[in-house]
């Protein structure tokens, strides 16, 4: 079998390569990446056959449809979430470069298409109810519209909708952990104010979160697991995927070894939305009002269908993410590796 995975080198491609080596390792990889990674790199990424480029140019087509060529499957996993301040970038990514795929898979026939879509693809939930509701894959797949990550969500899948040939399934998974992801979402979510990880695993005093921030959250390999089961069963449709716990503030508190403080949740978003502006931080309050917003997600189909279960819960692979994040750890792709200089986006 040949599979073409876009994105390869970040976070759930890099589990995703893990995952083909342990458990099909005859399997052909071809990976497409806009900055693949060093040929020394090793495992996982010294197995696959490396594409460099972009999807966002507007020649992308041409070039995907030469990497296609002979495809059995396509894994879309290439998404941006930076630069925050520069929102036609991310357009031209999330949504022009999910276009291309499409377009290029159609013309290569391809005949199954896999996309990475999120839990910030669903419709809020109403608001004040304790605990939130878990809802199925026939929950209204229409965005947070104060998410501009949400909305290219959205987006993205209904473009999938009009899809006709090759069977289609999208993931809608939590948050997305693991270790050697800590640099990259350290640097995407905190930017600068990343290095506080250590200080705060160091003896944080407090941290303060409003009540209502529960959202669901996922391990990357159990995410790549559920991958090569879709890839294994050329499965259509949605699948929602989460660990059975969801990550709450006291288990936030927990991971960085602080006492949780609760604080009204217009205070937390104008002080996150003051040092956006300012370029202190790269998190929009958009990704604030996500959390608030989402609902948390019943993976019954996931588990009925695909034989899928998490290995992990939210709490190992929040805790082990912290611990990476404080020792500087990160991967080996460029995406991943660490860095000195975080940044602002």
């Known amino acids: 079998m040949r599979v073409v995975v876009t994105g390869a080198s970040g976070n759930v491609g890099t589990a995703l390569l893990r995952a083909l080596a ?13 900055r693949p990674p060093h040929p020394e790199a090793g495992p996982p990424y010294d197995r696959v056959r490396w594409v460099s480029l972009d999807l966002a140019s507007p020649d992308a087509v041409s070039g ?43 013309a290569a026939g391809v005949p ?16 004040g109810r304790t605990p939130k509701p878990r809802v199925d894959e026939s929950w209204p797949a ?14 993205a899948e209904r473009l999938l909708d009009g899809v006709e040939g090759p069977v289609v399934a999208r993931i809608r998974p939590g948050l997305v952990l693991q270790p050697v992801a800590g640099s990259e979402i350290g640097r995407y979510f905190l930017g600068p104010l990343a290095a506080g990880i250590r200080l705060a695993r160091a003896g ?14 996922v391990h ?45 949740y217009t205070v937390l978003r104008g002080v996150l939305s003051a040092s956006w502006y300012a370029r202190v931080q790269p998190t929009d309050t958009g990704w604030l009002d996500l959390a608030r917003a989402v609902p948390l997600l019943d993976t019954g189909r996931a588990r009925s269908e695909l034989g899928w279960a998490p290995r992990h819960t939210a709490r190992e692979a929040l805790l082990a993410l912290t611990a990476a994040m404080s020792a500087g ?16 986006s």
Do not use: C
Not at 112 to 127: E, K, Q, W
Not at 204 to 217: G, H, K, N, Y
Not at 250 to 255: K, L, N, Q, R
């Open 112 to 127: 199954h298409l896999v996309h990475a879509s999120s839990l910030g693809t669903y419709a809020p939930v109403p608001r």
């Open 220 to 264: 990357a390999d159990d995410v790549a697991d559920a991958l090569v089961r879709i890839l294994d069963q050329r499965a259509g449709g949605a699948f929602n995927l989460a660990a059975e716990d969801p990550l709450s503030p006291p288990v936030i508190a927990e991971a960085l070894r602080a006492r949780w403080v609760p604080v009204p």
């Open 22 to 34: 342990r458990e099909r390792p005859e399997w052909r990889v071809t990976g497409i990446a806009r």
């Open 329 to 344: 750890r990160g991967g080996r792709s460029p995406v991943l590796e660490p860095r000195a200089d975080q940044g602002t």
């Open 204 to 217: 944080l005093p407090v941290v303060p979160l409003p009540r209502e921030m529960v959202a669901d959250a």
């Open 64 to 106: 995907l449809r030469y990497a296609l060529e002979g495809a059995d499957a396509v894994v879309h996993l290439a998404w941006a979430i930076q630069p925050s301040h520069q929102p036609a970038v991310m357009a031209a990514v999330n949504l022009d470069g999910t276009r291309h795929v499409v377009e290029a898979v159609l």
């Open 142 to 155: 229409t965005g947070v519209p104060a998410s501009l990550y949400s909305r290219h969500k959205a987006v």
